[in-house]
């Protein structure tokens, strides 16, 4: 059974400029939620998809943005970056909403901002 | 606020020791979570405890949880040094989507 996939698994981007990070879950799970974890910040929540919906969205400024498709495969955008975007972004898919269950976790997509 | 608190956030112990991970947090809970992190790599599940006196085990780790207390600990018996990464924490808020995760505490087991 394939885990979680996150696209890219690094990438180097300058201030200013957006980026698109992509995650597909595991076959089947339809809640998709999305963690930055930082050195400094520890793993913080962004946002939790269900169903093509938002259904939670953690204390994030309106740059970070995100989407889920029918197929239940989710992506995260974050524009006009700044360095202290710099982070391993973390996508987590359960079977029901993120809450209620286990959360598997994909490797990861390691953002650095110069 | 929820608020979840790790200690200790680093450990070193000899192989073949035990010890305990304590997981407290701020509001009422209906279930709480425990991962491992390897250096590098991602989040992978070890426990998920869903009552007050849930008690989960699984090889040298045990878990368990004090709803009451609002309590989680992880108990590593026997340390290899398989053992050795970083071991986080996450509740849910009671009746809430929203979950926070602890600090983590950085394991290494020394031979």
């Known amino acids: 059974k394939a885990g979680v996939t996150q696209t890219p698994r690094y990438l180097i981007k300058t201030r200013g400029q957006q980026v698109t990070l992509s995650c597909s879950p595991i076959?089947?799970?339809?809640?998709v939620s999305w963690y930055q974890q930082t050195p400094g910040q520890g793993l913080q929540f962004l946002f939790e998809?269900?169903?093509?919906?938002?259904?939670n969205k953690g204390n994030f400024p309106g740059r970070f943005s995100g989407r889920q498709f029918s197929n239940s495969r989710s992506e995260m955008n974050v524009s006009t970056l700044e360095l202290g975007d710099s982070a391993l972004y973390l996508c987590?898919?359960?079977?029901?909403?993120?809450?209620?269950?286990?959360?598997?976790f994909g490797e990861g997509s390691r953002l650095t901002v110069l | 606020e929820l608020k979840v608190e790790q200690n200790p956030l680093f450990l070193s112990m000899q192989e073949g020791k035990n010890y305990t991970i304590y997981c407290n947090y701020s509001t009422t809970s209906d279930r709480l979570y425990w991962y491992r992190q390897d250096p590098g790599k991602s989040l992978e599940s070890l426990f998920v405890l869903l009552s007050n006196g849930a008690v989960k085990q699984e090889g040298r780790l045990m878990a368990s949880l004090d709803t009451k207390a609002r309590l989680s600990t992880l108990h590593i018996t026997a340390a290899v040094h398989d053992l050795s990464a970083t071991y986080f924490c996450a509740v849910v808020l009671y009746n809430n989507n929203d979950m926070r995760f602890g600090a983590g505490t950085r394991l290494t087991v020394k031979p």
């Open positions: 998809y269900f169903s093509e919906t938002q259904r």
């Open positions: 076959s089947g799970h339809r809640s």
């Open positions: 987590a898919s359960s079977l029901h909403r993120a809450n209620t269950g286990e959360l598997f």
